[in-house]
């Protein structure tokens, strides 16, 4: 069982149309028929989208995306047309709201690491692969690897598992120029965000991109960098000073969240049950971190 616990309801604003409930973020096509980006307050983990909010996070998110998106852009293109407020929109989509150019989006989930943990940790562990990469004996977790791979994903419905697939089976999916467009975009950006982490003590494990095309422009559709970057909801940040091998790491995400689910909450993963809301002091440690992470990589205060 997974989903939502709550199914939310979206804000209807005249001269938006709905188009779509996200996991975070909830999508409108606008007058212009511009894509309108609104993140919500809502966290997953474990498949499962949770009844409690984590007050401001969605605009934690947009705000680091667009941080990012401006660091990235000499790179590639992104999806960013404005943050303008549409017109009759609640204030409080002020700073979750992104205008965004509608991409043709690659079914795929850009995945980039550039240190072994998570699903790449177990498939490494079973056969000293990640998505069929061969890599070094001798990794545990938390590892550096020789070099930052591209181990992409497909991707998964709300409620579903995304699933770790080889670089093969996205050529086969998406043709061979996109998959290696796509291999060589994310392997750039990635190492570009890591070193700029890596200034400001962050050590970027892993990360998830989504790219589009922009067919709205004359001749070869463009590859263009979308949705949310190198957000805690997409990456594994690890604070560099505490970074140590052979051990799951600290992160700036949501592992509050994870270890109380998973512990004092009483919940089990394995049943059907939707999982409880969070407590207060869970809320407030994992705003915090949020926090954190945005103030520690952009170098300013939050508010
Ligand atoms: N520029 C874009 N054009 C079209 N779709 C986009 C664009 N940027 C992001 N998206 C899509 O918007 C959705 C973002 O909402 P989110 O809550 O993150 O969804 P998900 O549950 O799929 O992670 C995703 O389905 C993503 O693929
Ligand atoms: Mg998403």
Not at 49 to 73: A, C, N, Y
Not at 80 to 102: H, M, N, Q
Request: charged share 25%; glycine share 8%.
């Amino acid at each position: 069982m997974s989903g939502f616990v709550e199914k939310p309801e979206p804000v209807q604003v005249p001269g938006l149309v709905h188009l779509h409930t996200g996991k975070v973020r909830e999508l409108y096509r606008n007058e212009a028929g511009d894509l309108v980006m609104v993140a919500s307050d809502r966290l997953s983990a474990y498949d499962w989208v949770l009844p409690t909010p984590i007050p401001d996070k969605g605009k934690v998110l947009t705000q680091l995306s667009l941080w990012w998106f401006d660091q990235l852009k000499d790179l590639i293109p992104n999806h960013v047309i404005s943050t303008e407020l549409p017109a009759g929109a609640p204030a409080d989509w002020a700073g979750r709201t992104t205008i965004c150019k509608r991409l043709d989006m690659v079914p795929v989930e850009a995945v980039a690491r550039g240190y072994l943990t998570g699903s790449g940790l177990a498939e490494y562990d079973v056969s000293r692969t990640v998505c069929g990469l061969a890599l070094p004996e001798g990794l545990s977790d938390g590892s550096e690897l020789p070099a930052p791979i591209f181990t992409p994903a497909t991707k998964a419905e709300v409620g579903e598992h995304d699933e770790n697939v080889s670089y093969e089976e996205v050529a086969r999916q998406v043709g061979a120029d996109t998959a290696a467009q796509l291999r060589q975009s994310t392997l750039a950006v990635y190492s570009r965000a890591r070193d700029i982490a890596r200034e400001r003590g962050i050590i970027l494990a892993d990360t998830k991109f989504e790219f589009g095309f922009d067919t709205s422009v004359e001749g070869e559709p463009v590859l263009v960098l979308a949705d949310e970057v190198l957000t805690p909801d997409s990456s594994r940040f690890w604070p560099a000073d505490q970074w140590q091998p052979g051990r799951a790491q600290p992160s700036y995400d949501k592992q509050f969240v994870r270890d109380w689910l998973t512990g004092s909450s009483g919940w089990d993963r394995t049943s059907e049950e939707p999982p409880p809301g969070l407590p207060d002091d869970v809320v407030e440690a994992t705003r915090a971190k949020y926090i954190e992470a945005y103030e520690l990589l952009t170098g300013t205060p939050w508010s």
